[in-house]
């Protein structure tokens, strides 16, 4: 019963001995918070060799990843700071892959605290090498567009440096401007790429605004994206003192399609070409002298317009 005794008292001597050690450190480590992350994979070019060819596995992990730490980093109201380098590494290893570059802005912008400039930096040549991997994606075009010419400036540099941020403006609406011509089947990327007519038009561009306009007058089949342009270009014209060649071309295009190709929207039109009559075409007695109706593409096409003066 002594020996009982003594082992008890023992355990309850290492008990206060415990607590009276651990509750200082608990409260000490209550208080302290992690601010800061590391980046411990290698660099991208490393993981694409050490994925041993399941390239596209290792990104849907990494990708996942960045999805659940970037929600549990909001709950925790601070930055996931390292999230530019998981996505370069995705990128690396899955090029191709257009989620990525699709969310790449709202990941690294939309978190509890501010982004730093050269994290926004980061985001661009991202969404670059997004347009580069997938040029005729138009999404991606304006996704880019719109993060260039229009979020970053107006948020990130207008106050720090109003040179580079009009700059970010001018290159923004280049891409908004490459946006609209690759959008015809979606009238509403057209739609929100239509700021960019305006930067140019403000920039003293007025050629590049209307070449921008008169592509989307040439290919949407929109009928109030066409009205709407089609005053824009009007009111530009008067500003510029007569009509470009491009815009010359659009009605033209518009007065054919209407006369010929009865029907087909303008992509279709497009696709077809300028509607040629093959017996037309054939010589002897049923050939026509408007060499416009056998023009085998619209480039010939559009020269014969010219040469007759758009008669």
């Avoid at 390239?55 to 990708?63: I, K």
């Avoid at 991606?140 to 970010?168: C, K, N």
Wanted: with cysteine; charged share 30%; glycine share 8%.
């Amino acid at each position: 019963m002594k020996g009982d005794g003594v082992a008890w008292l023992a355990a309850l001597a290492g008990l206060a001995i415990a607590l009276t050690s651990q509750l200082p450190g608990r409260v000490r480590h209550e208080q302290v918070k992690e601010t800061t992350e590391t980046y411990l994979l290698p660099p991208p070019e490393h993981l694409v060799v050490m994925s041993l060819g399941y390239r596209s596995a290792l990104a849907d992990v990494l990708w996942a990843n960045i999805l659940v730490t970037q929600g549990l980093r909001l709950g925790e109201r601070r930055r996931f700071d390292i999230a530019i380098e998981y996505l370069d590494a995705v990128n690396e290893l899955d090029p191709k892959w257009r989620e990525p570059y699709k969310l790449a802005d709202s990941l690294v912008t939309l978190q509890a605290k501010a982004t730093p400039l050269e994290q926004i930096r980061g985001v661009r040549r991202i969404l670059e090498r997004g347009v580069r991997e997938r040029p005729n994606d138009a999404e991606l075009w304006l996704i880019l567009g719109q993060f260039t010419g229009q979020i970053v400036p107006g948020t990130y540099l207008d106050d720090v440096d109003p040179v580079e941020a009009q700059r970010w403006r001018e290159e923004g609406s280049e891409y908004l401007a490459r946006a609209a011509e690759l959008a015809p089947p979606n009238s509403n990327i057209a739609w929100q790429a239509m700021g960019a007519g305006r930067v140019f038009a403000n920039s003293g561009r007025l050629d590049r605004a209307i070449e921008m306009f008169s592509a989307i007058l040439a290919t949407t089949d929109d009928p109030e994206l066409r009205e709407r342009v089609a005053a824009l270009l009007e009111k530009l014209q008067r500003d510029t003192g007569g009509e470009t060649e491009r815009q010359a071309h659009a009605r033209e295009l518009q007065r054919h399609v209407q006369r010929r190709l009865t029907g087909a929207s303008r992509s279709k039109a497009l696709l077809l070409g300028p509607g040629r009559d093959p017996a037309a075409c054939a010589g002897g007695a049923r050939a026509r002298s408007d060499e416009r109706t056998c023009s085998p593409s619209w480039t010939s096409w559009w020269d014969e317009v010219k040469r007759r003066g758009g008669d």
